[in-house]
């Protein structure tokens, strides 16, 4: 279960919250992994912070560790870069705590716990967020995002049990690193895992490949200029996450033969897609 009572409640408690993301260490989220054994982390730092690391522990204190190396993406035209690292090894029903360090700063103690082999689980499914920014009203940026935070405050007070959050395309309205780091700011996704696909407002800007860290994403050979598809596991169901706005069928087809043949025992086939009706193609 996930607790909610320390989570920001307020407008005026998030933008506290967020002004102080970089501070803290920056405000790590969850991806999926490629199965139950793995997670992807990702978190923002400073232009001038590098050799970040994830510590992994079953012990809050943190006292026997274990270091994860992680991969510093500069991202263009930001203030920030993030960290991409997998945590690898993780058994089920387990509490795992963990904080992400730079040569600078490290985060808070976070915590996410894996669930046990069962038939059933429970997602978030959300869509067409379109977290926006304005020049104008830097306020559009704060309220958006806290708007998104609520959505998922909302869902867990009903069900605190669920196991992933899948958003199902268009994250921001322009594909700024901005608006990414809004959707991403709420402390619950540092405990929920989130798995996004592209929509036709990410696909304006090259942000979104540098910014999620998705599992099975493979970028060499695929004819989309801002990333591929990606595939995993969770329980007994295979996810396919389709960038369809990338019209090379054959990439897709090569996502589909690969995650069949390497997952012949899934039960379940979940296919997310996003793509706009009036787009051209």
């Given at each position: 279960m996930t607790e909610i009572k320390d989570f920001p409640e307020t407008l005026?408690?998030?933008?506290?919250?967020?002004?102080g993301i970089l501070d803290k260490g920056g405000n790590p989220f969850l991806c999926p992994g490629a199965d139950d054994t793995k997670r992807n982390i990702v978190?923002?730092?400073?232009k001038d912070e590098t050799e970040p690391f994830v510590l992994l522990s079953e012990n809050s204190s943190l006292d026997d560790a274990k270091r994860i190396k992680a991969r510093r993406i500069q991202l263009p035209n930001s203030v920030v870069d993030t960290n991409h690292?997998?945590?690898?090894?993780?058994?089920?029903?387990?509490?795992?705590?963990y904080r992400c360090v730079t040569n600078q700063k490290h985060s808070e103690i976070y915590s996410f716990n894996t669930k046990g082999e069962?038939?059933?689980?429970?997602?978030?499914?959300i869509s067409d967020v379109h977290v926006g920014s304005s020049k104008d009203n830097p306020e559009v940026l704060t309220e958006t995002g806290f708007r998104l935070h609520k959505v998922f405050l909302e869902a867990l007070s009903h069900r605190p049990d669920?196991?992933?959050i899948l958003s199902g395309g268009d994250q921001a309205s322009s594909g700024k690193a901005d608006e990414y780091r809004a959707f991403s700011a709420s402390p619950v996704l540092s405990e929920i895992p989130i798995n996004c696909i592209v929509g036709n407002h990410d696909k304006k800007n090259f942000v979104y490949t540098y910014f999620f860290n998705n599992p099975n994403y493979k970028i060499d050979g695929s004819h989309s200029f801002i990333g591929s598809d990606h595939w995993f596991t969770h329980n007994n169901a295979?996810?396919?996450c389709i960038d369809s706005n990338?019209?090379?069928?054959?990439?897709?087809i090569k996502t589909f033969e690969t995650a069949f043949s390497e997952n012949p025992g899934c039960k379940w086939k979940i296919l997310m897609i996003h793509h706009?009706?009036?787009?051209?193609?």
């Open positions: 005026e408690q998030w933008r506290g919250h967020w002004e978190w923002t730092s400073r690292a997998e945590l690898c090894g993780l058994l089920p029903n387990k509490t795992y705590y069962s038939d059933i689980f429970s997602c978030i499914y669920i196991s992933m295979l996810f396919l990338n019209s090379c069928l054959g990439d897709h706009d009706l009036y787009g051209g193609h």
